[in-house]
């Protein structure tokens, strides 16, 4: 009984050291289309990401005004 009654707890605390190293790692891990982060992630390091022009269609807008001055010219 002795014998049983100790192998069941070394079993016991084997599981629950496993248990407690699995939940105390950290990993991204992807959930139904989300990346989740790390518990880390406080700790990382900031990526930065300059900002880009006001006006996301500067050649657009540019080429657009030269055609109105264009037509504005052949009007005259």
Do not use: W
């Amino acid at each position: 009984m002795s014998q049983h009654k100790n192998t069941s707890t070394a079993a016991l605390l084997v599981l629950g050291t496993i248990l407690s190293l699995s939940a105390s790692t950290g990993c991204q891990v992807s959930v139904a289309g989300q990346t989740l982060p790390s518990p880390y992630y406080l700790y990382d390091d900031v990526q930065y990401f300059p900002t880009g022009p006001e006006n996301k269609l500067a050649n657009e807008t540019a080429a657009l005004k030269k055609a109105r001055e264009e037509s504005k010219l052949q009007r005259r």
